[in-house]
């Protein structure tokens, strides 16, 4: 790396983990020695199959999704699964035999640390069967989890194509050391304070400013919602359209 990006480097504060995820500025930069790592259902042999997933069965009949050895962080954990099926997930970290996390999919979204804004879920709409509808939760983290020397993510029940089914991936960045970094732990302070700085509800101080109003937008015509000088946190924007119905996109 030449002297130039590594005085930006430095020049950012950039860091890794979840001390990464605070420092806006070097959120586009890559850490040095990093390899950002991509572990999915998607068929390893390049094909496009995605409902076979689980890379063996370990010693506590768990399924592994994911599993890695030496330092890193996990950024992204995302599940597609069928309601029709129950399951449990388990994070291990640093080569401990008791899970440090144990969340169910309906859990995103409420138990910390999977907490909104930087975790959820929802439940898409449609017909996803030939032979009928199979409703099923999507459940996405950003919630950072760091690791000094390996990870295992378990589930109880394999991908498997109608039986339970569903798709997802675990994204993590692997490090050449464990600078920098701690054990995952759930009650770390500064996951919390990251859903403070990226607007969870949480986060709204009992002061804040709520505005409301109703006004119509001419075609081809601009509204100014807000003009507010000082400083402060815009921490939602939320648009409702009454009374429209699906003829409305085409007119």
């Not at 999919?105 to 898409?124: D, I, N, T, V």
């Not at 990251?194 to 709520?210: F, I, K, M, S, W």
Request: glycine residues 12%; hydrophobic residues 35%.
């Amino acid at each position: 790396m030449s002297g130039l990006c590594l005085c930006l480097l430095a020049a950012l504060g950039v860091s890794r983990g979840a001390d990464r995820l605070t420092n806006i500025a070097a959120l586009p930069v890559v850490d040095p020695g990093a390899r950002i790592v991509y572990d999915g259902s998607i068929a390893h042999d390049g094909s496009n199959d995605d409902w076979d997933w689980g890379y063996y069965r370990d010693e506590h009949g768990e399924w592994v999704l994911a599993q890695d050895d030496g330092a890193g962080c996990i950024y992204n954990f995302t599940q597609h699964r069928y309601l029709k099926f129950p399951v449990t997930f388990r994070f291990y970290f640093d080569g401990e035999d008791m899970p440090r996390l144990t969340v169910t999919p309906q859990e995103f979204g409420g138990k910390a640390p999977f907490l909104r804004p930087l975790a959820g879920y929802f439940m898409p709409h449609g017909d996803y069967s030939e032979k009928g509808s199979r409703p099923f939760r999507i459940v996405r983290s950003f919630v950072p989890m760091e690791y000094e020397k390996g990870f295992k993510v378990t589930v109880s029940a394999k991908l498997r194509g109608g039986h339970p089914g569903g798709w997802g991936h675990v994204l993590y960045h692997r490090y050449p050391d464990a600078r920098g970094l701690r054990t995952f732990a759930p009650d770390d302070p500064r996951l919390a304070a990251l859903n403070v700085r990226y607007g969870g509800r949480t986060a709204v101080p009992h002061d804040d400013e709520q505005r409301t109003a109703e006004a119509t937008l001419p075609p081809g015509g601009t509204l100014r919602l807000l003009d507010r000088k000082g400083r402060g946190v815009l921490a939602e924007i939320a648009l409702t359209a009454k009374d429209v119905g699906a003829d409305a996109l085409t007119n």
